[in-house]
């Protein structure tokens, strides 16, 4: 061990073996000092919050005495490959939803619109003409 070359005559502490010297310099009268910083407000003791924890996992259907899904139910269709009725029944509510779906679309969009306006002009002159054709003929 050695002795700080900063503090002469020093002897170094057994306790504290190669103790690091700070770096600070004293200050002097034209250092200026730190403004008083205002004192923080005060915070109120807040409890932690506790998670109340959580409920069981659902494991119904799994374990002894449980039914496994059969085949049919899985894939729709039976061992020889003939699809089951509840399979043809979700594929046509879903064909029915999609089309559904995209008249709606088809009718909102700006061309839908425009089709419709077109629609709505042509029966409007059609109702006309029908109703001056029955004027000309005495009705």
Avoid: C, H, N, W
């Avoid at 879903?94 to 061309?111: D, F, Q």
Wanted: glycine share 8%; aromatic share 2%.
């Amino acid at each position: 061990m050695t002795t700080d070359e900063s503090t002469p005559g020093r002897e170094p502490d057994p306790d504290r073996p190669d103790e690091p010297v700070p770096d600070v310099t004293p200050a002097g009268p034209e250092t200026p000092s730190v403004p008083d910083v205002p004192p923080a407000p005060d915070i109120p003791d807040v409890p932690p919050i506790v998670p109340e924890p959580s409920p069981e996992p659902d494991i119904t259907g799994v374990g002894p005495g449980s039914v496994t899904p059969t085949i049919e139910e899985v894939t729709g269709y039976t061992a020889s490959g003939v699809p089951t009725f509840d399979s043809v029944r979700e594929k046509i509510e879903r064909r029915v939803g999609t089309a559904i779906g995209s008249e709606e679309l088809a009718r909102e969009s700006e061309s839908g619109r425009t089709l419709e306006e077109q629609y709505e002009d042509r029966k409007k002159a059609a109702a006309d003409k029908l109703a001056e054709i029955r004027r000309s003929m005495g009705r």
